[in-house]
Structure formats: structure tokens, C-alpha cells
């Protein structure tokens, strides 16, 4: 499987695997989530089919989404780095691909057990038991890799591990910690299984791995991402070294307290979504230091994002990724919160950072890998210029839908009458959206055609690549 | 007692366990953020840590 050429030092193999396949899950990812926007806006799309009604298709696009796009593109971006910023191979391509392997099988059986609505119907958790314990394993064993290459590199030459190593590795271990413990339940049947928590502790628990799925997978790890990519694209290095490393530090020390703000006003002691928001607030320091310290690597040469389409999806990452740390955290505060919560302004909200900042900051990076990996350029830069495009417009629209939709819904909902009666039934509320359903699917449609633009790009320069490779061979034989 | 002095009144004597776990690991986590930021903001680091931005840019 390994058609590496170029750079027979590293193990490219695993990570060309991971990286073609983080596209089509894009692709896939993508397509279910405009479907499922599309089945809100007109719910004979459902066309009463089981498998594919809005309840089983949202789980399998989130899930498709985070696990399989995000993840893919986590696992083949940390086995490329760790072997350049530690200038040795992975400590075992067997176990890499393994790894690989095993993910994948897995996300295809987290699809099909989803669509049969099989879950444990916990937010982000859903897959049953039996595969539940499949992930974490093979998580576990893309931990040990990463170490372990990180622990036999020669310590005289890279005495430092990089900063984007740090994010990594946070990730890592936060990950499996929160996945296991929000996981614990206890098995009844092959596909049954019970959360060993209840009550207010669960949405605790619950939240708590929620909102840290956001802090270490979906923020740490593609920060791991921007601090290797943006200055490899840029060729600057990053603008302070130093504020990245407090930054990580910060995020590290910070982020696991705020998973109560998604418990504003329930059952949870008041003091602890207080708490949550506080320290969501006093997260928007750190993010935003992050965030400049990418942007800012660009200092004296801004120009080049005339012309580096690649380099523009990662600095238009940065600016959703401030822009969606800023919005989180004033949505965390109870008295903005009383208005957001339950409403689309959320779905906003989580799109802003997903679409905006995790996969564009992905997209980026796998276009510079896609180049180094084959050994090319692109098949077209256009194709790439058009894809930024398609995935900016594409966002904001879904995210500018989602904002007038959910303020006026929380604005509706909590409206009343002369009479101190509700001013509007749910089903107006719910009528009232209609317009901005339908603006949200035309977003969607629009980040997906750039995702099938990407794959298409990406499948002909690796054709024109190997291609290449044979013409060069045939010459010289 | 002011109204901030009330939200901010404690009864110790009925805290918990988990109550002084808690607050113990909040503290100890303060104080190594506060270590971390003095650690890698100092003076006398800026150097070293500043270099190590530019080995990234010639790994391949």
C-alpha cells in the first residue's frame, strides 16, 4: 500500500490512506448534513423511510463529520508531523496501520448501526457498547505511536518537541479520558447498554465530555494543525513562540471547566454553570492569543494571500475560530444564554466552528500535504480558489441563517401577551423558520460542491502524480 | 452582610469531601497556570523558546 517515493525516511504510506479518506468522508459527512438541513425544511424528503429520517441522519452526519472527517484528518496530520518535527519514522507503521484499518471498519459500522438506530442515545457518544470499546482501543493505540515516535527521537538533534506535538498529545489524552468515563455503562444485551450515571450527574458527565469534545478533538488537536501548517504554508515561522506555548498551557488548564454551561437554568447546582460561563469568558484571552499568533505569522507578507489559495482557507480558519471563540463564550453567559439555549443560534453557533475553523484549517492542510505526499503541485489552483469560494459563501450563509432563526425563535418562544399568555404557538415559531431552513441548505449545498470539488482535485493530481512516476520510470529504464 | 459579601459567604462546616477535592484541585490548577505563564514568559527563556519557531520550517 505504501507508494511512497520522495521521502523514503518517513512512513507517508498510512498517512496518503488517512488523508484521501479524510476527503471522501468529507464529502459523505457533508452530503448527509445538507440532506438532513434539507428534510427540516421540507419534511417529505424523509420520503418515510426509517434510516434515513432526520433523528438517525443527524447522528450519522455529526458522527461522520467529527468522527470520521475530523478524526481521519487528526490521525494523518499527527503521523505526518510527529515524523518531521522529531525527524524520525513512526515508532511502528504496523501499528499505524492498524490504526487505520480498524478506524475505518469502525466508522462503517458506526454508520450502518446508526441508520438501524441503534444508540446509546448520549450526545456525541452514540455508538453502541461493543463499538464504543473498538474506538477507545483504537484511539488508545494511536496514542501509543505518537509517544512512542516522540520518545525514540534522537534527543541530541531534537533535544525540543514542537509545539503542535503539545496540542496533539493534550488531545490525545483528554480524549480518552473523557470518552471512557462518559462511556462507562453497563452492557445488557449485544447492542444494549445502560450509562452507569443518572440523573443530574449524567448531564454533568455528558456535558462535560460535550462540550470537552469541542475543547480537545475538535479545538487542540486542528490547533496542532494550524501551529505545524501555517507557518510550513506561509514559510514564516509562527509569531511568538512563546504565546504558543501559553497558550497550550492555558487551554490545557482551562477548557475542562466549562462543559456546565450547557446546563444554564436545569436541575445542576446554580453555582457550576456560573462557574462554566466565568471561565468560558475568561477563555476568550487565550483563544484569541492563539488566533493572532496565527494570523500574525503572516506579518510582511499579507500579500501572499493574493495568490496562496491554500494558505488563505488556513488564515480564513483563524478568523472563524476567533470569531466562533468569541461567539461561544457570550452564549455561555445566563442572561445571553436564556435567549440562545434550545434555539438555532446554537446550530450557528457549533457551524461556525466546525465549517469555518475545523474544516477549513483541515482543507488547508490537506492540500499542502496532498502536494508534499505525491510530490506535485495541484491538478488545478483554480479548482482550489473555487473551493475557497464555495466553502466561505457556503458557511456564512448557514451560519447567518442560523443566527436570525435562533434569535428570533428565542425571542418568539419567550413573548407574551397583554394577557401574560404566550404570544406565539411552537408550530408559528416553527413556521416562522421556513425561510432561513431553506438559506441554511443552500449554505450546505454550497460547502459540499466544494468538497466534491476538493475530491475531484485531489483524486487527479494524484493520478497526475502517479502518472508522472511512470512516465519517469519508463525514461529511465 | 452587602449582597456580595453574601454571594460570596461559605459555610465550611458543610462542605463535603468532594466539596474539599474540588477546591483543592481548583487551586493547585491555578497555581500551575500561574507557574506555566511565569515559566514560559520569563526573560531569560525568550530565546530558547523563540528558536525552536524556525527548526519547523526546514523538517522536509
Redesign the interface.
Known amino acids: 500500500m505504501d507508494t511512497t517515493m520522495t521521502k523514503p525516511q518517513y512512513d507517508d504510506g498510512v498517512v496518503k490512506y488517512l488523508t484521501v479518506l479524510a476527503v471522501v468522508f468529507l464529502v459523505l459527512g457533508t452530503l448527509m448534513g445538507t440532506f438532513a438541513a434539507a428534510q427540516l425544511a421540507w419534511p417529505a424528503l424523509n420520503f418515510d423511510i426509517a434510516e434515513i429520517t432526520f433523528a438517525r441522519l443527524r447522528v450519522m452526519h455529526t458522527n461522520t463529520v467529527i468522527f470520521a472527517f475530523g478524526g481521519m484528518t487528526l490521525m494523518a496530520t499527527a503521523f505526518y508531523t510527529v515524523q518531521r518535527t522529531n525527524g524520525i519514522k513512526l515508532w511502528s507503521n504496523n501499528m499505524a496501520w492498524t490504526t487505520a484499518i480498524l478506524f475505518t471498519i469502525g466508522l462503517l459500522l458506526a454508520v450502518i448501526t446508526l441508520s438501524l438506530g441503534m444508540t446509546q442515545g448520549k450526545e456525541y457518544h452514540e455508538l453502541i457498547w461493543p463499538l464504543d470499546i473498538a474506538v477507545a482501543i483504537v484511539w488508545v493505540l494511536y496514542t501509543f505511536n505518537f509517544v512512542m515516535t516522540i520518545a525514540s527521537r534522537n534527543k541530541e538533534t531534537h533535544s525540543h518537541v514542537y509545539v503542535s506535538n503539545w496540542f496533539f498529545l493534550g488531545m490525545m489524552i483528554m480524549i480518552t479520558y473523557l470518552y471512557v468515563v462518559n462511556g462507562l455503562a453497563i452492557p445488557v444485551s449485544l447492542f444494549q447498554s445502560y450509562s452507569i450515571f443518572s440523573g443530574v450527574q449524567d448531564a454533568m458527565i455528558q456535558w462535560w465530555w460535550g462540550h470537552n469534545a469541542v475543547g480537545f478533538f475538535l479545538t487542540a488537536g486542528f490547533l496542532a494543525i494550524m501551529y505545524y501548517f501555517v507557518p510550513k504554508q506561509a514559510q514564516r515561522p509562527v509569531y511568538s513562540y512563546r504565546l504558543s506555548v501559553i497558550h497550550f498551557w492555558a487551554l490545557m488548564f482551562g477548557y475542562v471547566w466549562l462543559g456546565a454551561h450547557h446546563l444554564q437554568y436545569t436541575a445542576l447546582p446554580d453555582w457550576t454553570g456560573s462557574l462554566g460561563a466565568v471561565i468560558s469568558l475568561a477563555m476568550i484571552i487565550p483563544s484569541w492569543g492563539g488566533a493572532l499568533n496565527g494570523m500574525l505569522t503572516l506579518s510582511g507578507a499579507w500579500d501572499r494571500l493574493r495568490t496562496d489559495y491554500i494558505l488563505r482557507f488556513l488564515i480564513m480558519a483563524l478568523a472563524f475560530y476567533a470569531m466562533s471563540t468569541f461567539e461561544g463564550p457570550v452564549m455561555s453567559a445566563k442572561t445571553v444564554n436564556a435567549l440562545s439555549h434550545y434555539t438555532d443560534w446554537t446550530i450557528g453557533h457549533v457551524h461556525s466552528g466546525a465549517l469555518g475553523w475545523v474544516a477549513m484549517v483541515s482543507i488547508g492542510a490537506i492540500y499542502h500535504m496532498i502536494m508534499k505526499l505525491w510530490n506535485t503541485e495541484m491538478y488545478s489552483m483554480r479548482l482550489i480558489n473555487f473551493h475557497f469560494w464555495l466553502a466561505t459563501i457556503g458557511t456564512v450563509l448557514y451560519i447567518v441563517a442560523m443566527w436570525v432563526s435562533g434569535i428570533m425563535q428565542g425571542l418568539m418562544w419567550r413573548a407574551y401577551d397583554e394577557y401574560g399568555m404566550l404570544a406565539y404557538t411552537f408550530a408559528e415559531s416553527v413556521a416562522a423558520m421556513h425561510p432561513y431552513y431553506v438559506m441554511r441548505t443552500i449554505g450546505g449545498i454550497l460547502f459540499t460542491s466544494g468538497a466534491v470539488v476538493m475530491l475531484y482535485n485531489v483524486v487527479m493530481t494524484i493520478k497526475m502524480a502517479q502518472a508522472k512516476q511512470t512516465s519517469a520510470v519508463a525514461a529511465n529504464a | 452582610m452587602s449582597n456580595i459579601q453574601q454571594y460570596f459567604s461559605t459555610d465550611w462546616s458543610a462542605m463535603t469531601g468532594q466539596d474539599w477535592a474540588g477546591l483543592i484541585i481548583t487551586v493547585l490548577?491555578f497555581i500551575?497556570?500561574a507557574v506555566?505563564?511565569w515559566w514560559?514568559?520569563r526573560p531569560s527563556?525568550?530565546k530558547e523558546?523563540?528558536?525552536?519557531?524556525?527548526?519547523?520550517?526546514n523538517?522536509?
Open positions: 490548577i500551575g497556570m506555566a505563564f514560559a514568559l527563556k525568550r523558546l523563540e528558536d525552536q519557531k524556525f527548526k519547523v520550517l523538517d522536509d
